[in-house]
């Protein structure tokens, strides 16, 4: 029986790589208000904080995440020459094994869900129960660069490519005020529930050279995997390459995550803007924190306000 305080809440945690860490200060700004998080639905870094949120595990994550360095970050990275993405991920979801434990879903104290795509069905698998590490790695696994997640009988990307934030996941908690944290947003977002991720301000000339960027990147990225052997762990990747791919999938996400936001809008909206970090700058975890802490304050201020 959920109180009727408006303060009992599903929390909708969307994609967006390092940005992603922002959500960890969104967490803890809710708690400091008494929000209570009984059901977190995440995508892509969304899943990965929230689960590890409803496991009990988010201290040490926190911890963890804020002690890595640009180095670290890249050590992290186990190269996947020859398999269908640019990096395996085992050696990253090792790690956060070993900090967090081995738990399942549905043993969970906070009800949690993950959204997943399935390469086969070409849609959304929503993953609520079974072993929470495959559902983070299969939420996670951005194409090209992650190797897909073979699991439940299917091949598991990225769930940013069809839901980068999944409200409409969170619909079956009756009674649970809905508030969602978008991490692509055009422009910080401080009022709900109005789709303020908007990209109308892009010109259709630029649009379409994004579009153009996108194809080009990629190819450009499995052309360097073919012709490449392993680097050492320095990682001297084509820092261009790494930042077509980071506002690539921003821009992906940001459309995707607008549409959405048309259909299915958020009681509470948080945003954090496109352009706060790249898609790979883990080594900025306090920053994004504090980020995201101050775009709930600032969300959580005006809607308390209008409440």
């Known amino acids: 029986m959920h109180q009727d305080d408006g303060k009992s809440i599903a929390l909708v945690l969307g994609a967006g790589g390092a940005r992603g860490l922002a959500h960890i200060g969104v967490i803890e700004e809710l708690q400091a208000r008494g929000y209570r998080i009984e059901a977190v639905v995440g995508c892509s870094m969304g899943a990965l904080v929230g689960g590890i949120y409803c496991a009990g595990r988010l201290p040490e994550y926190r911890q963890w995440a804020c002690s890595l360095t640009r180095r670290e970050v890249f050590r992290l990275a186990d190269?996947?020459?020859?398999?269908?993405?640019?990096?395996?991920?085992?050696?990253?979801?090792?790690?956060?094994?070993?900090?967090?434990?081995?738990?399942?879903?549905e043993d969970l104290q906070i009800a949690f869900k993950a959204v997943a795509t399935s390469l086969d069905s070409r849609s959304k698998v929503w993953l609520d129960h079974g072993p929470l590490f495959d559902a983070i790695r299969a939420s996670i696994a951005i194409p090209m660069l992650l190797t897909p997640h073979h699991y439940q009988g299917q091949d598991l990307v990225d769930g940013g490519l069809l839901a980068p934030l999944p409200v409409s996941g969170a619909r079956e908690y009756a009674g649970l005020r809905v508030i969602a944290v978008d991490i692509n947003a055009a422009h910080p977002v401080l009022a709900p529930p109005v789709a303020t991720a908007s990209l109308a301000d892009v010109s259709a000339v630029a649009e379409a050279e994004t579009l153009s960027a996108i194809e080009t990147g990629w190819t450009r990225l499995l052309q360097s995997v073919g012709r490449r052997g392993p680097s050492p762990p320095s990682m001297k990747v084509n820092r261009s390459l790494m930042d077509l791919m980071s506002r690539s999938l921003s821009t992906m996400h940001g459309y995707m995550t607008e549409m959405q936001l048309e259909r299915d809008p958020p009681d509470v909206l948080i945003g954090i803007a496109y352009d706060a970090c790249a898609i790979y700058?883990?080594?900025?975890?306090?920053?994004?924190?504090?980020?995201g802490r101050q775009a709930a304050a600032r969300a959580l201020d005006q809607s308390e306000g209008g409440s």
Not at 281 to 291: G, K, P, Q, S, T
């Open 281 to 291: 700058e883990f080594w900025r975890a306090e920053e994004m924190i504090e980020l």
């Open 79 to 105: 190269f996947a020459f020859g398999h269908p993405g640019f990096i395996k991920g085992d050696r990253v979801i090792g790690v956060l094994r070993e900090l967090v434990g081995e738990h399942r879903i």
